[in-house]
């Protein structure tokens, strides 16, 4: 018994109406969170597949289209990168060491980022493309397909 009074404080069930009564702009945050979520992953998503299907039709093989599709994905994200900073979208702390250099006020940790994590998110989705499709890379007309693929590859990576 002694040892239910020590953990008890560790997961706690509510009933979803007493925190409704006691704290009802919870509904309306959560709401607007997993909305923004979705957007964020949404954005994402696109950025990704169109450098992809961009770098699949320079039929190369798959290593060169990974690296072909984190170029050019950092090319077109870098553009809204320094468009965001200029509509105050987002900021960056300039105390922040890890970001202090930078280009077109944009971090250079921002680019190393998008060239690490789109090839490295491509040689995953056209590693497993083929073994749940069927087919090899895209296929023209299978925009839905696709990128309801990307989104479960993307969630189990991030």
């Known amino acids: 018994m002694k040892n239910w009074v020590m953990k008890s404080w560790w997961i706690q069930f509510r009933s979803p109406l007493d925190i409704y009564e006691n704290h009802a702009n919870l509904l309306v945050a ?48 870098h553009i809204f990168d320094i468009i965001a900073i200029k509509n105050l979208w987002w900021t960056w702390h300039d105390t922040d060491p890890t970001i202090l250099e930078r280009h077109f006020w944009v971090p250079f940790t921002s680019t190393l980022f998008r060239l690490t994590f789109t090839p490295s998110f491509v040689l995953l989705f056209l590693g497993t493309h083929k073994t749940m499709t069927g087919n090899n890379k895209f296929q023209p007309g299978r925009f839905v397909r696709c990128t309801c693929l990307s989104t479960e590859i993307y969630k189990i990576c991030c």
């Open 30 to 77: 959560e709401i607007a969170m997993y909305t923004m979520a979705v957007l964020t992953l949404i954005h994402d998503i696109v950025f990704n597949y169109v450098s992809t299907v961009a770098a699949c039709r320079l039929k190369l093989g798959i290593i060169p289209t990974a690296y072909a599709a984190g170029l050019a994905d950092c090319v077109s994200f």
